[in-house]
């Protein structure tokens, strides 16, 4: 047979197999399909029923990329999400045109003064300079982009001396000094993976005045590795404070309040995305991971509901005032607000008692969290924007509001939805999932299951290498600084010299009818059982 032939003969089997090869996988799958029991639709469309579950499987990533407007999507729409890349990467938020915000609806906005404060005229703190890097786009085309990034030298947006927080001021040993206003929320080593905590920390430190909240999980060395000012936080199950028997050590209480980078503590009675303790799943809880919160590795971790150390008011203000006194450091409380008098009755006995957290963390019902089931996210908890006025005009009821500092959380990762939260109360400011994106999250939203595509929310080795550390943090810091220097600017709007003058006299409010309600007038209907019908 000549090599003519045998050429001929090579090409016929292979367009017999590419023809048969696919007709046969066809018959298979429809024979396959037509005779399992699981799903209907496959009995009745065999193979092409496929494509629905084909469909159903990108949707998410189909609505997030393609058919959400660019003010739409949740948690996050994609102009949010945008917005805290481009603060990270290229430390601006400048936008054109025009706002994509949806005027019609009900929402806030910050009352500009007639003749704002030039720049020189607000109260910031521009020194030291910070070094970090920012990324410049060198060509941008359809399928490709071109960029660098270089060292810089950027201000830090620190708050004068004279406006700087004070958390335990009147209390404590060794009070909390805070130069800005935004920080960190809670989020655990496990829920995250190593390289995200890491470039967190070190990121955070290179921005200064700010803090990292360890989260429930406990305290572990790649919270330390920036040197940045951390509150350790204690949940309900203990970790990182307790006895082989879960029982709570006041031994290793007093081994992390003499760390030097723990500034403060805090109580988590809940959260709002999950009125309850946390959850990690097995193949999260790596052997180091169970070493630093004392369980068994790989296996499912549930928190309790609540403490066991006490059960009322009462008994968790003596062991807030115990731990302070143990440790000389702040001690606070991390709440999420279900009703207005059962605030009210926690705040009454706290002035009756005399004994006052150093401060109170407002997590609001649309708070994130690594994993929890549904009807907890989406039930308990009532909204920040709701839940933090209570909280600010009870203590000031109370006579209290001075001793305790107040840190709203739920959803802050812009400027105007931060200065909204100071307007209503807040001395501070957390956030969570801003920093999840500043280090590299897509919003996959696979968080629980351990197989995070981009390395944040995963212990596993093989896909925590897609997070390099040594470029996240500068996103990190970039995002802080340009935050900071976002409440500078509706500051200034406003007329005030500093983001730390915001209170509820600089807010407005538009109801769905289209009624205005002051800053104070909305309070006020939070707070007066008379005033629950305003038309808000």
Known sequence: MSWTQVLIVIIFVLMVAIFLVPLGFYFWISFRDARQKEHAVLRNYPVLGRVRYIVEKIGPELRQYLFLNNDEGKPFSRNQYEGVVKSGKYKQRITSFGSQRNFEETGFYIKNAMFPKQ???????????????????????????????????????????????????????????VKGLIGQSAMSYGSLGQNAITALSKGLALAGGTWMNTGEGGLSSHHLKGNVDIIAQIGPGLFGFRTEDGEFSWERFKEKSEIDQVKAFELKLAQGAKIRGGHVEAEKVTPEIAEIRSVPAWTTIDSPNRFRQFHDTKGMLDFITQLRDVGGKPVGMKIVVGSRDEVEEMIKTMAEEGKVPDFITVDGGEGGTGATYQELADGPGLPLYTALPIVHEMLKKYQIRDRVKIIASGKLITPDKMAYALCLGADLINTARAFMISVGCIMAQTCHSNTCPVGVATTDPNREKALVVEEKMYRVCNYVISTREGLFNLAGAAGLASPTEFNEKHLMFRAMNGQLYSGTEYMQGLISPSMDKMAL
């Open 119 to 177: 720049r020189e005229e607000l109260r910031i703190d521009q020194h030291p300079k910070v070094s970090t890097e920012l990324y410049k786009i060198d060509n941008e085309k359809l399928m490709s982009r071109k960029e660098h990034s270089e060292k810089a030298e950027v201000d830090p947006y620190y708050l004068s001396s004279q406006d700087q927080i004070i958390i335990g001021e009147s209390g404590c040993k060794k009070p909390f000094y």
